[in-house]
């Protein structure tokens, strides 16, 4: 028989601690979630701030004071509009205006209908009998209080940002005094910038890659006359942020809704393989090659992180489940005790790509070398 594996006390006892500091830090972000939402949101704003700010001043004549200033506002424009045309958007295509609520049972009945005609089945069933069992009234409350939480959450978002903008003035100061030496500073701020620029390149890969889809499902959505199709396209747009349910919803729900306002079934299947089309594309070929050097995070984990952080934070956990993958990854990987962590997350088993380039790098160097000098 195997003897079994032996750990030194003091390893057990350290990951025991380890774990059940997880579990208490994993229990404290859920019972104060009410107060870490809106506090994540605003300072994943405010590395969008900062990243929008150093691209103004790049590209204007406009010095750094002027450039925040323009970021800021930029920032805080697209975020309170964003949330106007969602709620907004909402309203109206629901609305008595658009034809949906009227024309959703009856065409329901006559979906299914059809799907029992082509199964050759009798009897089949009304939409109303389908959803006798269902609390529809309870639905439309809990959404209804989603709505209130949003505007509340959003000013609080607003808040939290003002706070976080306020403390940047005294950053540097803070950073000097808990580091005094220079080389300790220096990796300081390097770890900074390492989670600023994965969670910056996140941002920048689905923005880019959100508008060509965009792009496309606007030409297709008003190819057969989608009712209220920018809203449609603002939708797909923001669901992006979301890894896997994002794409799901992307490809599915203009569908639906044109099952809903056409009487044929030729709009809704041109929509579902145009979308699917495009979605795969830009998933499996575009995409990859955008985060080869800005999103090194293994597909499992991305799918974790989501699960994770939407059964703490909900929707909001939702779309910075990535943002926060790739913070930690980032700060995990500069302690010599968690990189394993940090390998285990990434893609490659290098956490960060340029990191894996610069050691692959040097390995040819050396390779070539010790070939040159046996050539010699």
């Given amino acids: 028989m195997k003897n079994p594996l032996t750990m030194q006390s003091s390893a057990v006892s350290r990951n025991a ?73 909402a309203a109206g295509f629901f609305g008595e205006a658009s ?16 799907v029992y005609g082509m199964a050759r089945l009798n009897n089949p069933p009304t939409a109303q009998e389908l959803i006798n069992g269902v609390d529809i009234r309870g639905y439309v409350a809990s959404i209804a209080i989603q709505a209130q939480g ?26 000097v005094t808990m580091f005094p030496q220079k080389r300790q500073r220096d990796e300081a701020i390097a770890v900074f910038e390492r989670v600023r620029g994965g969670v910056e390149g996140y941002i920048w890969v689905q923005t880019v890659t959100g508008a060509m889809i965009c792009v496309v499902a606007w030409i297709l959505m008003r190819a057969v006359g989608l009712q209220n199709a920018e809203f449609w396209t603002f939708v797909i747009f923001i669901v992006g942020f979301i890894p896997v349910l994002g794409g799901a919803v992307a490809g599915l729900a203009p569908p639906l809704f044109a099952l809903v306002q056409f009487p044929s079934y030729w709009p809704a299947l041109i929509l579902l ?17 955008m985060q080869g050097d800005n999103q ?41 005790g968690s990189r394993w962590m940090a390998i285990l997350l990434s893609g490659d088993g290098e956490p960060y790509a340029d990191e894996g380039k610069s050691n692959r790098k040097k390995a040819g160097e050396t390779e070539t070398e010790t070939e040159g000098r046996a050539g010699a």
């Fill in 150 to 175: 949003i505007a509340s959450g959003a000013f609080f978002v607003m808040v939290y940002l003002g706070f976080l903008l306020a403390s940047q003035i005294g950053f540097r100061r803070k950073i």
């Fill in 296 to 336: 090194n995070i293994d597909p499992v984990v991305v799918l974790l992180s989501l699960a994770f952080w939407g059964k703490l934070w909900g929707v909001v956990g939702m779309f910075l489940s990535t943002p926060l993958a790739v913070m930690a990854m980032a700060i995990l990987a500069e302690f010599q």
């Fill in 273 to 289: 393989v145009g979308l699917q089309t495009i979605l795969f594309i830009v998933g499996n070929m575009i995409q990859p090659r």
């Fill in 99 to 114: 034809g949906v609520s009227q024309n959703i049972g009856p065409r329901i009945d006559q979906i299914i209908r059809d």
């Fill in 17 to 89: 601690a380890a774990l059940i500091a997880t579990v208490a830090a994993g229990a404290a972000v859920y019972w104060l979630r009410d107060i870490l939402t809106p506090l994540a949101m605003a300072l994943f704003l405010l590395i969008m701030i900062d990243g929008v700010k150093r691209t103004v001043a790049a590209r204007t004549p406009l010095n750094d004071r002027w450039a925040g200033v323009a970021a800021l506002v930029l920032v805080v424009l697209a975020f309170f509009a964003s949330i106007g045309i969602i709620v907004n958007g």
